[in-house]
């Protein structure tokens, strides 16, 4: 198990790619890769998919993880996760139903 970060790290290091050359990619500059991959900035949904692309990734896997993730991150300290987790897909699933029937949902 690796953090976001962690894992872009390690598949940017594993294919012997410099920091600017991935940046570049992405359009970011090489110091917010570095926060990426340190776990101190966030990507935004567009340069998720830029990254499985540029790395050959299933995008919608890797948008679950980051996503997940990001879940995890703000209920880690919490100690009963699992009820957190239970009301959050409940929520979740009624707000789906709520826009779909306003009609706001967008599919990719």
């Given at each position: ?22 940046a ?25 998919f ?13 948008y ?25 897909e ?19």
């Amino acid at each position: 198990m690796k953090l976001f970060g962690e894992y872009i790290r390690e598949l940017r290091e594993e294919q012997k790619l410099p920091l600017r050359k991935v940046a570049a990619y992405l359009d970011i500059d090489t110091s917010i890769l570095s926060k990426i991959e340190r776990d101190e900035r966030t990507l935004n949904q567009k340069q998720i998919f830029k990254i499985a692309d540029f790395f050959n990734l299933d995008s919608t896997q890797l948008y679950e993880e980051y996503l997940s993730e990001q879940v995890a991150k703000s209920i880690y300290l919490e100690g009963n996760i699992s009820q957190i987790l239970k009301v959050a897909e409940r929520k979740a699933e009624y707000l789906k139903i709520k826009h779909l029937k306003q009609g706001k949902i967008e599919f990719k």
